[in-house]
């Protein structure tokens, strides 16, 4: 939850610049978060924290939004390794909450009909 209530503050979050000019809040909690999924132990904490990588794709600069959707999906196949239908179900029904959110819906829209709905139909989820 913790993720969730930041990440709406995301767009503010954006305009502070750290020590380097290019480096923001936004992009330094995401580069966090993605490494701590791969530190991972446990696939319950790498689902969780794939959830929360989820939840701030919404305020990500629109130039990297496709990046992003891609990272969260080879991080889903480097490391979680064999899923459940029910994990699978739960990450795809994530990124499908927050992709009408993005700033680049169209994008974002043509990334989850050419990579998520095939992943679907092939699983026959």
């Known amino acids: ?14 305009k502070i610049k750290l020590e ?5 809040l936004v992009r330094e909690t995401l580069n966090y978060t993605y ?3 791969k530190n991972a132990k446990f696939k319950e904490q790498k689902i969780t ?3 929360c990588l ?3 794709i919404p305020y990500i600069n629109h130039a990297y939004i496709l990046v992003w959707l891609n990272n969260i999906m080879q991080l889903f196949d480097q490391e979680l390794g064999v899923t ?4 699978q179900q739960l990450l795809y029904n994530t990124l499908w909450e927050v992709i009408p959110l ?3 819906t169209d994008a974002a829209l043509i990334w989850w009909y050419s990579t998520i709905v095939p992943r679907i139909r092939h699983s026959k989820l």
């Open 49 to 51: 924290l794939l959830k």
């Open 1 to 14: 939850h913790i993720y969730q209530s930041m990440a709406f503050r995301m767009t503010i979050l954006d």
């Open 20 to 24: 380097d000019e290019e480096c923001t």
């Open 35 to 37: 490494l701590q999924v």
């Open 54 to 56: 989820i939840y701030m």
């Open 102 to 104: 993005v700033k680049s």
């Open 84 to 87: 459940t239908p029910d994990d």
